[in-house]
T-cell receptor, first 117, second 114 residues
């Protein structure tokens, strides 16, 4: 596709329910990122993949959060036993290459809005 | 550790007047710095980025930012605001040592009145 695609765009989950959020990066992009954006805040880094390898998961807030990218393209962020504090927009982003070189722009999807009730 | 501080949570301007959104950064390394814009229910869009080339960086939609190492600042400016500029703006730093995670400021909401 032309951009980073995320689904579902909106999800309401009951507390304790498991959710899965999908990200389709731009075709051929090596780098993939997940961010969490709480209401009124800036996005916060969750995890980073280079192809299928998860190189950095230092931002995942608890062991209830799990991300995978098994074939180096589509990625899924899974949240187990959701809590109210998990309510946020989850942003996926991808980049053609690695690092922050002048030509390596990071493109963001529109986000998946998760509300836990 | 690297961080950014956006000095104003909300800026209001009139259409046709200059825009100034202020950002200070802290980084252990020579940083890469960015400004992103987020319109309601839209994805984040890159406005411009600094990666140690020219200190004055020109971006899209008439925005520019100047990297000032002595002041650890990277303020965003535009000579003349347009109604369509109303959005949330984020100043962002990336530690070039890792080159992966972006660290976002808390954002500045820009309102433009006619």
């Amino acid at each position: 596709g032309a951009g980073v695609s995320q689904s579902p765009r909106y999800k309401v989950a009951k507390r304790g329910q498991d959710v899965a959020l999908r990200c389709d990066p731009i075709s051929g992009h090596v780098s993939l990122f997940w961010y969490q954006q709480a209401l009124g805040q800036g996005p916060e880094f969750l995890t980073y993949f280079q192809n299928e390898a998860q190189l950095d998961k230092s931002g995942l807030p608890s062991d209830r959060f799990f991300a995978e990218r098994p074939e180096g393209s589509v990625s899924t962020l899974k949240i187990q036993r959701t809590q109210q504090e998990d309510s946020a927009v989850y942003l996926c982003a991808s980049a053609l290459a690695v690092g922050q070189g002048i030509g390596n722009t990071i493109y963001f999807g529109e986000g998946s809005w998760l509300t836990v009730v | 550790a690297q961080s950014v501080t956006q000095l104003d949570s909300h800026v209001s301007v009139s259409e046709g007047t200059p825009v100034l959104l202020r950002c200070n950064y802290s980084s252990s390394y020579s940083p890469s710095l960015f400004w992103y814009v987020q319109h309601p229910n839209k994805g984040l869009q890159l406005l411009l980025k600094y990666t140690s080339a020219a200190t004055l960086v020109k971006g899209i939609n008439g925005f520019e930012a100047e990297f000032k190492k002595s002041e650890t600042s990277f303020h965003l400016t535009k000579p003349s605001a347009h109604m369509s500029d109303a959005a949330e703006y984020f100043c962002v730093v990336s530690d070039r040592g890792t080159g992966t995670a972006l660290i976002f400021g808390k954002g500045t909401t820009l309102s433009v009145s006619s």
